[in-house]
């Protein structure tokens, strides 16, 4: 099955899934007569919190979606599904008012029954993890809180919805809607097992210890692991892990980083990590020995793709190196000789990550390699600002369509090479962002 196929019956099947309720109220029906916008109202909610408990799966970090689709792109469909949830479950109460005013002391939740209450906690709970999402940084909620706040909230919009509607036990009184209900739950429980309990025990069985670490420039790092009692992992140049260090492979937080070492070293990964918070500070105090679990690898680019061969654009800023670093070992190694060019972003020389390693490679590949300072101070051949369309075309030859481009690196960098790309003539299909930042 090709790639697109399988992608589209992930989608038809996850398509389904959210809609089980309503299509098993469409097909079977109920025993007995309601008005249609009570009907309606209800399957909303039906609706809105399958889709919910249906966000655990682009979240779960499932193997077979991570080689099918995009991480950056699946995680912006959960952001958007999980919006689209909380208005579903949203308009089901106000339609049951507009329908029925009477309903009007369900809202005081000290006298509303039980049934009412746990409806209005799971309510309230999708509302604060779509605020808390949205809003995360403009109410300077860290990401590990952010990220505990999150799992906390999760569980009591999928605890208290459940409780709401077998409680009201009128639409799920059907054994038809309590079988695919039940379903449902069952496939909620098993990715909540995939992510919390099967893949520690996976990452426990096979430890890295931390071999050494390189200073590359002031706060960032480079971290040598080797694998602890097994043959390592098979990784494609470009792909990513999460990894934690020095804690319990069940710990509930772990950061994502890109492999930046060559793809056909079996027995040793490499990371290179900038400092920007609580855990990639504390890269540089690692004195080596200390165990690592690495969950991965993730992310569907492959160097061996067709659309590649032609040739490769890497626009890279900062820390965005580190997958482009892999790229080039690994063509390096493998002797390659497409015409490669590297667009490379940073604040000025003595911050640009593996610099010696860059010219190396350019003797061993057809790599041209043009550094955009924003702070130059003439110690190298270099462009000055950003990267721009105007230093795009200046080093690009003209016929351009056949190219594929690879950017990584801060999100508003991304989003700054979108116009320049597409005035470029880049359809998106030869495109691959990696953006560091996904919450
Ligand atoms: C796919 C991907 C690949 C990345 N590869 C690299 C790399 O090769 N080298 C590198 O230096 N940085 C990389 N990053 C960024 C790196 O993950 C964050 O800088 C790091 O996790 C920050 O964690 P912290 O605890 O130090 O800082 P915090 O202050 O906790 O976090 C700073 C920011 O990092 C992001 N972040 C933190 N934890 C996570 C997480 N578990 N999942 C997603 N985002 C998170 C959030 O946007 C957060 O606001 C990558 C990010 C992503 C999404």
Known sequence: MTKQNKGLSFILIYLILIFLPLLVFLIFGLPYTRSFWRDLSVMLGFVGLSMAGFQLIPTTRLSFLADVFDMGKVYKVHHILSVLSVMLVLVHPIILLVNNPNILLLFNPFTAPWRTQAGWIGLVSLLLIAI????????????????????????????????????????????????????????????????????????????????????????VWTLVLKPDGHAGMHFNAGQVAWININTSPFTLHRNPFSFSGSALIKD????????????????????G?????????????????????????????????????????????????????????????????????????????????????????????????????TILEKYLPTEKQNLFFFQCGPLPMIKAMQPHLKNLGISNKRIHSEEYEMA
């Open 132 to 219: 808390t999402s949205v809003y995360r940084k403009e109410m300077h909620l860290g990401y590990n809180v952010w990220h505990a706040i999150h799992t906390l909230l999760t569980f009591s919009i999928v605890v208290f919805g459940l409780i709401h509607l077998f409680k009201v036990n009128y639409y799920s009184a059907t054994l038809p809607m309590r079988i695919a209900w039940i379903l449902e739950v069952a496939i909620w429980v098993m990715m909540i097992a995939i992510i919390r309990v099967i893949k520690p025990l996976q990452n426990k069985r096979h430890p890295y210890v931390v071999q050494k670490v390189i200073t590359e420039v002031p706060n």
């Open 289 to 389: 020995g200390e165990t690592v679990y690495v969950d991965g690898p993730y992310g569907n680019f492959s160097l061996d793709a067709d659309e590649t061969k032609e040739g490769l654009v890497m626009l890279a800023g900062g820390i965005g190196i580190a997958p482009i670093l892999s790229i080039l070992h690994t063509l390096a190694a493998q002797k390659d000789r497409r015409p490669l060019t590297l667009f490379y972003g940073s604040y000025d020389e003595e911050n640009i990550i593996c610099y010696a390693d860059i010219e190396k490679l350019k003797k061993e590949l057809a790599l041209t390699v043009v550094h955009v300072l924003e702070k130059p101070t003439g110690k190298i051949a270099c462009e000055k600002g950003y990267i721009s369309q």
């Open 268 to 287: 040793e990964l490499r990371f290179t990590i900038k400092a920007l918070g609580d855990f990639s500070a504390t890269i540089g105090n690692l004195k």
